[in-house]
């Protein structure tokens, strides 16, 4: 059966206006009526059409312009029709020619969700962009109109599923009172094409209903999970499924009684699997053993390979420690041939400088993709980095990782100069033909840079876990908390003594190179082949080592944080540069957030390498600045406060 909406621009305007809560849009099919006639000054057709074997998945589709100038979408489903009027959109608002306009396009992937990490309470965990949007409180008697808007972006960029609550998951999130909350925000995401999920606490049973267990064996457990998940469902009919986070960082999970990961997931996919719905276990798991925490996810699930139900997915951080600016793949990713897999990655800067710093993050992907293969995975998650900030994303460039998430999660292939242009385009300039290529190509190379220049002031050479303890914002190199896990502190990861810096992960050291195959093992492994920007990852290497530069690594590592320095100081000429044609909203807090990142930076340089020179005992190179400040000045820098911006021009003016 085909319908078909036929959209004229100037008639459809006139009656659409800017709709209230109760005459918004029911259908996706809706959605893209709705939002071709605001952005697409031409006639549109709208078809479900099954038929077309191309596309092959529901969300897929097809555009196709008619000799008549009419354009015709077709999708198998009325998600896809959104998507497809979404590609119109983007093509038109690009400037492409018409001609360019047709296509057929199947999404990658059929799960591409957004991980909030939002708090009951309204807290966003490791959020930098205000409060939770969901704005709890208020449901479900009152949905807040950022939602829609912030519906509509996701879907713009192909995102079809929204986890509602932070990993570390209250077990309230499933009792009646929050239930009606979840089923009045998946009403209102529902025709955005984007579907509700969860996570949830393991032991929620036993602190919901005061079970005396929550061991997954128990078949009163189970009973209580398998009526818990049809609650949900009478709820939200087309609910997703649930993420868990278990055994990890202190949350409850089966290995409390004595199970395997595989016996959580298994027991919780039971209950869902008769309503479709899917159980996203997370693999972030590490203890306080002696095992290099970098091993300990792979150690834990490698092992329980096909011992998974079909319905469950293996939720795996792009790296095997913590998002950090730098990691090599984890080698979960392909190592379980029997266990679909999905990636998660960070979207929120927890550690990129939080809402202060420009970082771009699709090169970080585009690097992931590199080393694992896309077809390889059955899914993909970001950690959200949206908040009910009036910059929902607290950076007004943060939005710009927000866009490419979507966009690789639709296709992890697309370039991130693709993804740049796109989003300069789409968001940053005013009128984009009118903007002078230098200024263009100022701002691409800016963004397709900053990533790199973050790890460069941060942690270069495959340094990682440096950061001041909890927040994560600054550096602290030399931070030690008494009492606290080895593992939680930096010395655990940069190892630096008289002889060298780094954690040997070799086959001499923690071994964990063997986690990887045997062509990357051998590269790794062997400090000659080993690439540099993984070097300090995996080697415990001299302070006299050679590197490829011809310089000592002493030497690199100085050239390196000064580069980063420099990096960011000329990203203020270039912005200011771009001034006259940047969307209303811009210039002032990026000129203001690119002045904080200079300082940062600055201080990130001179705390670590006047911190490093107390074991390498050797100068700082000529072409590096000398610090402002002494060692002990910057390890008496305490910041007060998650996301601090410092209002000051002294940094130990407004950091002690
Ligand atoms: C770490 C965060 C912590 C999260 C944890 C996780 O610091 O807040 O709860 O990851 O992913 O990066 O579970």
Redesign the pocket.
């Known amino acids: 059966m085909k319908v078909a909406v036929y959209i004229v621009f100037a008639i459809l305007l006139a009656s659409c206006g800017n709709p209230g809560v109760a005459s918004r849009p029911g259908s996706p099919q809706d959605v893209a009526a709705r939002y071709l006639a605001e952005n697409y000054p031409g006639r549109v057709a709208l078809d479900i059409d099954t038929s077309d074997s191309e596309l092959a998945t529901p969300d897929a589709f097809r555009v196709v312009r008619g000799g008549d100038g009419e354009v015709r979408v077709t999708s198998p489903s009325a998600a896809g029709l959104l998507y497809g009027a979404c590609h119109l959109v983007r093509m038109h608002a690009s400037g492409a020619d018409s001609a360019d306009f047709d296509a057929v396009e199947v999404p990658a992937y059929s799960l591409r969700l957004l991980n909030h ?1 939002d708090n009951l309470d309204g807290t966003v ?2 959020g930098y962009a205000g409060r939770s949007i969901w704005r709890w409180d208020a449901l479900p008697d009152s949905v807040s109109p950022d939602i829609y808007d912030y519906a509509m972006r996701c879907a713009a960029v192909g995102i079809n599923g929204i986890v509602l609550n ?3 998951a209250s077990p309230r999130v499933l009792s009646a009172e929050y239930l009606s909350k979840v089923r009045a925000l998946a009403d209102v995401l529902r025709p955005y094409g984007l579907r509700t999920y969860l996570s949830v606490n393991f032991a929620s049973p036993a602190a919901l209903d005061s079970l005396p267990t929550a061991d997954p064996l128990d078949r009163d457990v189970r009973r209580w999970w398998d009526a818990k998940v049809d609650e949900v469902y009478d709820s939200v009919p087309d609910f997703g499924g649930f993420l868990v ?1 278990a055994n ?2 202190g949350q409850p999970g089966p290995c409390d009684y004595g199970r395997s990961h595989a016996d959580g997931a298994n027991m919780l996919a039971g209950a869902l699997a008769p309503h479709g719905g899917i159980v996203m276990w ?1 693999a ?1 798991v590490y203890s306080a053993s002696d095992a290099d925490r970098a091993k300990q996810a792979y150690q834990e699930f490698e092992p329980l390979d096909g011992d998974f139900a079909p319905n469950v997915i293996l939720q795996i ?1 792009n790296g095997p420690v ?2 950090q600016p730098r990691e090599p793949y984890s080698p979960l990713f392909g190592a379980m041939p029997h266990t679909p897999q999905m990636a ?1 990655l ?1 979207i929120t800067q ?2 990129l400088g939080h809402s202060n710093h420009l970082a771009f993050l699709a090169p970080m992907w585009n690097e992931f993709f590199q080393y694992v293969e896309p077809g390889s995975l059955s899914g993909i998650a970001g ?1 959200s980095n949206v908040g009910d900030n009036a910059c929902m994303t607290g950076h007004p460039m943060a939005d710009a990782n927000l866009y490419a998430f979507g966009r690789m999660a639709w296709n992890p292939r697309l370039t991130p100069e693709r993804i740049a242009d796109e989003w300069t385009v789409l968001h940053l300039y005013g009128d984009a033909a009118a903007v002078p290529d230098s200024v263009k190509e100022g701002i691409r190379r800016m963004m397709l840079s900053s990533h790199e220049a973050v790890v460069d002031y941060m942690m270069p050479l495959g340094l990682h876990h440096i950061f001041a303890f909890g927040h ?1 914002y600054g550096p602290e190199p030399w931070c030690d908390v008494p009492g606290s896990r080895p593992d939680w502190m930096p010395r655990y990861y940069h190892r630096a003594d008289r002889a060298g810096i780094g954690f040997d992960r070799t086959s001499h050291g923690s071994n964990a190179v063997e986690q990887y195959p045997d062509s990357l093992r051998c590269v790794f492994d062997d400090i000659a082949t080993c690439p540099e920007k993984f070097l300090l990852w995996f080697h415990h290497a001299p302070w006299t080592h050679r590197m490829s530069s011809g310089r000592t690594l002493w030497d690199e590592l100085c050239f390196a944080y000064q580069r980063g320095v420099r990096a960011v100081d000329g990203f203020i000429p270039v912005w200011d540069a771009a001034r006259p044609w940047l969307k209303d909203g811009f210039y002032e807090p990026v000129a203001a957030k690119l002045k904080v990142q200079a300082k940062d930076a600055r201080w990130w340089r001179d705390a670590c390498l006047l911190y490093f020179s107390t074991f390498s005992r050797m100068p700082l190179p000529e072409g590096v600045e000398v610090p402002e400040h002494s060692l002990s000045d910057y390890m008496r820098v305490k910041l007060p406060i998650d996301n601090y911006t410092c209002p000051s021009d002294s940094l130990l003016d407004c950091y002690r």
């Open positions: 990490w965990e490791r932070n990993v570390n986070k990890s960082e997370r972030f951080k913590d998002f998660e960070q927890e550690y950690v994560h």
